[in-house]
């Protein structure tokens, strides 16, 4: 069978009752009364109550409006700093710094507050264009979080003694005393700051006996151990996805989590980016047995299971004409798509990639002698700048836990680290630690590590500190603090100068050794503007590759046994990675990817195994939250999760996500979300592997409710808003979207053939001066969220909490629409094709929803603005019921604090008190993060994305105070500066030097699409196709779509 | 006629020239006041030392005759003090302390500040020139009528309830007379007709107070609050004609204007200790202000010792009440009306420069600004971010359009404010 349409979940695909249901009504809650037909008298609020309600409300009203109004101060600075002009923003270059990972990156500072990230242009590892990820977008709420730790502290049985004074000098006046045994060890995440590098050793050489373990959450020791054996370098190297004409990765999900995946997404793009002249491409051909968000926007995806890595990289290696004999493998199209990862591979040496994610070092040997044979070593992989961001090798680790439960460890001193959470053997951690004498933990919470410290000394958040980070060789990257430190913290650098009898604190070390480093004052303050020292030209450079190793490597890879069973893959989420950041509203708030699910982790499970379980994927499963629970038994341990089906996954492998199920301690957002997995992960080959090779697994009677946005916002079975090609169709005939233009242009605009203007009633919107428009990418978009939280920051989009998603509340003015489309029956998932649609307001300029507002609260501007006014808005809800594309969001109850009626935060409708989630995000500390020039919707009005008209509108007024047009050419809305590939294109349409108008009428005429372009509502935003390189079938046969060569027409000029 | 011609030609470059001398000569008396305001008196008085020596007969001390030697002087400090004997022992006696170089000023400009500090000095300290004379706007009372009308309309109202009751007496008696009974008169009260009416007339005019006051809600013209600080917009802005830009100088930068910073006063009020020369001032209950006492708040604030003439730094920030509010859901912006509308801040604010305390005199209220961007034309041709608007530009020069006003472009739309 196959497939005809693309669909966002299976009521959609199905077109099921339930499915039906959902598009008829934009809002699924019942109304407030019932309609129980008994009459207008009888029903719940009858025609005396209305009247009470009105009444009542009337006086309140009344009585409120007697109140004075209030008196406002206005209090200026008593010695206002030079340069500081209030009301104006600044931005401060620095870095985000967390837990290893680390961005160059800009932090725009209003009034003194840090409020947006923004992406570091000088820098080559945001792609010189700002490239941001979702993370690094959220970091900006983390310095607001309520639950950072406030001072220093003693922790007696997890509760915080809080030392008196300042609290810094009882702690260096006990705890160095209690330091003073040999075996002190420093237990840090990945160090790659230079300064501290150099504190550190100069920490170790002053406590002979003492050493530094570095720890990563998320281990890459294997791949770190197997370069040791073929390149003598313990090192990870560089990357350039964008010089490699063919991509293959076996299980590496380098576009959303898998080591410095922002630089990766930039450079992946550049290779996807279609030349109209002569459309070319890279392929990417991914092996995995999960679905991940880098096999989704994979050319050809092939499934394996976890235990088969091993086979599926040995198999690769022997068909290149590597010397080594490779295991046979059953699975025919898993065959299938070896053979053809060959060829591809074999065909562009020189300009080909393998990367693998597997933690397995004679595994990574393979993958090393693969990329050997296909050329990549000095081409696409660069090691004269090796990464710094992972430098932690399991075995050391391994070794600590001993030596703590031998009692041979003294002290311990913890930065970064949280391995009572994120190390498999936790529990050895534990019981290690019990016998540390001095336990000193420098993390910035009460997570689950610090807990059982004996003392917490919370480091600065990184916008509160100065700093330097060299995730490259080379590459190095300034920090610099945009506000004084909220709270009673001290860098954790300077604590252990102190204890090394140095008495100048980190500051001064750092500004010393740069000083000395740099030359000058001057020198210093142009990085620290800069925020970066970067090499000027890039030279990629190979290492000699010592294959001695690989005949001792592929042995042990064949004599890995793939399971027969079902397999369990532990992956990390877009959104919350390892957990390090999992206190984030925005972050866990943001729907993952590939399930939509926000809040929570579950079981992916592939189809197959919802039918042997006896789940009945219906619309009971899809339209409501309570997903079936069932029970994995991994090692003899039960782990009872919800499952979600997820196309596109191997048969028998299962996927649970890491970072979830934190203690209370750490927040609100985080605690009490989903399970800790991270018990589960497979330590026992020496190296930690994120998977476990069999897993049993059977059906309880419970449920247990699942906030996903899948069923949200569901077009009327439109499926054409998206349109995808491979690319083969494409350079057959690239005029088909051109044609469909044409074609309704004949049946709508039968005298001028003018499709704009005959074919409506309305009139025709003129702009003068500026037109706004944008262009997005399918191509570029891989779908990582970066924009959907970059919107959340700009705009003030609350968080609703999951009891509020779960019932359609969700906020978020962008959502990444995920497409599927199978060509199969049941199908094996294999020929999956995944497609991501970033949607938001189209700015209209034949908008429906402006037509149905009874207030023309929504209405047209002329420079094609979809206008939005809150204070005018009565809450109808009309404009939402009549948008095609379900932008609108409504606010369903006083989320951001904005009304001066606490009762307010209580919803409108339903039983349900704001979550606990949402009062935090409305905390004095957590408000400060809200931008001060976008107002705070109250409850009861619509919002919709409005294109950052504060951008627009401050860029219009730059442009006019430098009496210069060209200065609104290409304005940036947040999700354009925040997006890593580049996908979302902004500016004025009417300037045709705009990179808009050229894209739209110059450079990519034939991709250019608009949504529902049927419906006449005349977009502002228009999509540029998918197009893959793949032999596949690719696309969608709908009513408008011809068949390209059996029944195309002929074009009406030609 | 060639010889007409020429004379006619002459006489009109002559009297061109006069003209234009006399303006000079008249712009040149306006400023010399407020240039010495904005450029000297930070350091300098005309009749005591401050931080640097009183300017008072400053030309018959030193090299200072020569005016040549003046303008050096204050165009390069440093560089005139390396041969100068006199200047080098000021500088000594004045702890070190430089004057800070004023290349801008033209010589022209010296020249008016010396006339403006000879004027004022021989004046004498008592009787200093009260500078200009303030250009009071006439605001004729407006001639409120609504009283006229009301009495009118009682009285009217009187005389026709007298002649209706006089009427229907006239009716009575002569019904009686008739022999017609006469039907049992209904009491005013319970008359329906009457009910009827003073219902209809209470909702008018109960409606109309509450509507009046619902729109007046959150509306405060005419707020005048208290200030920790009496501080005259009157005697800084209009009589000592400072620049509102000087102390508001975010305007034009900034979305706010901005409340200047202490150590913005103490620019001038390091020197300013006291205020005896302007006129007196008084608080709107008609109490007197004594100025001096305010300047010595403000040294309170700054944590100045007026003494020892240092900070003490015991200052704290002040608590100005803020007197033009407007809602969360409105943005505005000071820069884009004052440096690309070149509004002045009069448009909005009024005539700050005779309120002591200033009062909120805009209604500030959405119809009020619109109806000033509907009539506001905007710097169309001057300013070449228009160039875009080629349709305009296009009408213009066919003679279709002659201006075109904020509302053309856009101004009048909700999301040009309210985002």
Redo the contacts between chains.
Sequence with gaps: MEQKKYWQNLGELNDTEGHQKLVKDEFQEDLPFSDDGKGLLDAKAPRRDFLKYLGFSTAAAALA?SCE?P??????????PENL????AEYFATTYVREGDSLPVLAKVRDGRPIKIEGNELSALTGRKGGTSAQAQASVLGIYDVARLRYPAEIVNGELKEFPGSGFEGVDRKIPGELNGPATVLLTSSIHSPTTRQVISEFLAKNPGSRHVQYDAISYSAMLQANEACYGKRAIPSYHFEKAKTIVSIEADFLGTWLNFVEYAGQYAQGRKLNMKSPEMSKHIHFEGSLSLTGANADDRFLHRPSETGAVVLNLLAKLGGNVSAPAIGDEKLRKGIDMAVAALGANKGAALVVCGSNDINIQIVVNAINEAIGANGTTIDWSAPLQIRQGTDEEMAQLVRDMNDGKVDGLLIYEANPAYNYHNAEGFKSGLKKVKVSVSFNDKLDETTALCKYVIPHHHYLESWGDAEPKTGYISMLQPTIAPLFRTRYFQTSLLKWTGNNSDYETYFKNYWLTKLGSQEAFDKTLQDGVIEPAAETISATAFNGASLTDAAAKVIAMKPGSKTELVLYQKVSIGSGADSNNPWLQEMPDPITKATWDNYVMIPYTLADELGIKLDDVYEMNPPKPVIILTINGKELKLPILAIPGMHPNVVAVALGYGRTDKLGVAAGGVGQNVYPFVNGAGGTREYYVSSVEYKKTDTTYPIAYTQTHNQYEGRVEAVREFSLNDFKKDPEVIPQYREELAEEFAKETGEYRTESTLYPNYES???HWGMSIDLNSCIGCGACTIACTAENNVPVVGKYEVARNHEMHWLRIDRYFAVYRGKSDGDDLNVIFMPMLCQHCDNAPCENVCPVAAT?H???G?N??????CIGTRYCANNCPFKVRRFNWADYTG?DSFPDNQKPLVGDGQMEPVVLMMNDDLSRMVLNP????RSRGVMEKC?FC??RL?DA??H???????TLIRDVKTACMQACPTQAIVFG?V??KQSMVYKIRHEEQVERTFYALEQLHVLPNINYLAKVRNTERPVGVKDKFHKEPAAEAKPRAHS | MIHHRLTVKKIVQGLALILSLFIVNVSRAQDGRALFNQNCAVCHNVFKKVIGPELGGVEDRGPWKDRKKLYAWIHNPAGFMANDPYTQSLKSQSGGMMMTAFPQLTEAQIDAIINHVNTTYAAGPGGGAPGQPIPTAVTAPESDNTLLYGVLTLILAIVALILLQVNSTLKKLSDDKEGIPSVEPIPFYRNKLYIALTIVVLFIVGGYFTIQGAIGLGRTKNYEPVQPIYYSHKVHAGIKQINCLYCHSAAQESKQSGIPSVNVCMNCHMAINEYVKGPKIYKADGSEVNGTAEIQKLYKYAGWDPDKNEYTGEGKPIEWIRIHNLPDHVYFNHSQHIVVGKQQCQTCHGPVTQMDEVYQFGELNMGWCINCHRETKVQFTDNKFYSIYEKFHEDIKNKKLDSVTVEMIGGTECQKCHY
Excluded: C, F, W
Excluded at chain 1, 71 to 80: A, Q
Excluded at chain 1, 85 to 88: H, L
Excluded at chain 1, 959 to 965: E, R
């Design positions: 409006a109004t008196v406002r101060k206005s209090i200026p600075y008593l010695n206002k002009t209030p009301g104006v003068p001066g500026a209405n501007s002329s420079e603005l206008q939005m006014a809150y204070n005018r904005a020039d976008v107002t705070v409005s008209v504060q509108q219009k007024l442009a006019k105070k430098a009496q210069d047009p004025n009417n300037d």
